[in-house]
């Protein structure tokens, strides 16, 4: 399948245009902060990207970012931005054609963001190994990625490189497509299928099991969108999946619990993080309203206090107290629900708006 990928993304598209289906299509709802990021990034690069909106997670100034299949370079430019000139974003992809595109255009973007010295880079490998590439450990403090985990053949090893280059309390934020049940092998093998980012789709709740077995104990849904195919004879092959886009983060902090537990413990917002100075959403079950004391699981409160949040929140109790199961708004993905935005689209999940604030 690596050699379907590269063949497919690094020959047979020149452009979003080339798409069969529209899985991974761009999402044209961005705010007017990231629309003037993209503006800045060079002709060809925006006219070489097939992702699915852009994933911008909070707090990212300064930050050592990572992007997972960056393709022509678009999310890169994109995060170079959000970090500043003392942050850094490496690119890892394996389609030559695309790496060319990328690294064609670092001096240009340089010289675009006012930088001294550039602030990217792009290397040429496998994101199932990135150990081959020299990526510390525990050297990243944020990893990116943009509906491509869904076409790599070996899922697992994603998530458990990824796990071992994040630093302590670093989080992977990143949007994928996802099915309502286990895809057929024959459906998996089509060249066709697998390109456009549908078939190499991992059922949902395979997924949120594979995580935890690679370390992120809490999966957190950001948000969710149906994905409509409107190819028929695509449609037509696939039968009855159904198809999701999603925003998950996955953070590494110690000491959590499978189960989240109650232990009295709560936590205040201080409303500091720029562009959420009102309320601050965590994912799609957890919004922190700024100075109002909100009550949290253990495992919500030690994320917390290990990420690069930490210092945005006040912390109030202890763990010498158990009191049961944490009562709460469900986070796992709820396939197709009416939890999930009620107009299907054929887009990727939007993530969250670009912040500014720092690391």
């Not at 001294?116 to 450990?137: H, P, Q, S």
């Not at 537990?261 to 562009?275: A, F, P, R, W």
């Amino acid at each position: 399948m690596h050699n379907v990928v590269k063949d497919y993304y690094g020959n047979v598209l020149t452009g979003s245009e080339d798409l069969q289906t529209n899985a991974c299509c761009t999402d044209d709802d961005l705010t007017p902060s990231i629309k003037k990021i993209l503006s800045n990034i060079h002709d060809e690069v925006m006219m070489r990207y097939y992702g699915c909106g852009l994933v911008t997670p909070e707090l990212l100034t300064d930050c050592d970012v990572l992007d997972l299949g960056c393709g022509a370079g678009r999310d890169c430019y994109a995060i170079a931005q959000m970090v500043g000139e003392n942050g850094s974003v490496t690119g890892v992809d394996m389609t030559d054609e695309q790496l060319e595109v990328a690294n064609r255009h670092i001096e240009y973007h340089r010289e675009k963001f006012g930088y001294k010295e550039a602030n990217t880079r792009f290397l040429k490998g496998y994101i199932e190994k990135l150990d081959e590439l020299n990526i510390a450990d525990n050297s990243i403090d944020v990893v990116i990625s943009n509906c491509v985990i869904n076409l790599s053949p070996d899922k697992e090893a994603v998530l458990r490189e990824v796990f071992r280059i994040l630093k302590p309390g670093g989080e992977i934020y990143f949007s994928d497509v996802y099915a309502d049940k286990r895809v057929p092998a024959h459906l998996v093998e089509d060249p066709l299928l697998y390109g456009e980012c549908l078939s190499g789709a991992l059922y949902w709740n395979d997924f949120e099991n594979l995580a935890k077995k690679s370390g992120f104990t809490e999966p957190r849904l950001v948000g969710s969108r149906a994905i409509t195919i409107d190819n028929d004879e695509l449609a037509n092959k696939l039968e009855d999946i159904k198809f999701t886009s999603a925003t998950y983060r996955l953070f590494k902090a110690n000491g959590l619990e499978l189960d989240a537990q109650d232990y009295g413990q709560s936590v205040t917002y201080l409303g500091s993080i720029g562009e959420s100075e009102s309320e601050f959403q965590l994912d799609e079950s957890t919004t922190f309203v700024a100075n109002e004391s909100t009550k949290v699981s253990g495992n919500t409160l030690r994320t917390l206090q290990q990420s690069r949040f930490s210092s945005h929140f006040e912390f109030e109790g202890n763990f010498d107290k158990h009191l049961g199961l944490f009562e709460s708004t469900d986070n796992t993905f709820d396939f197709m629900s009416d939890n999930s935005d009620s107009e299907t689209s054929s887009c990727c999940a939007p993530a969250a708006p670009a912040k500014s604030s720092c690391c």
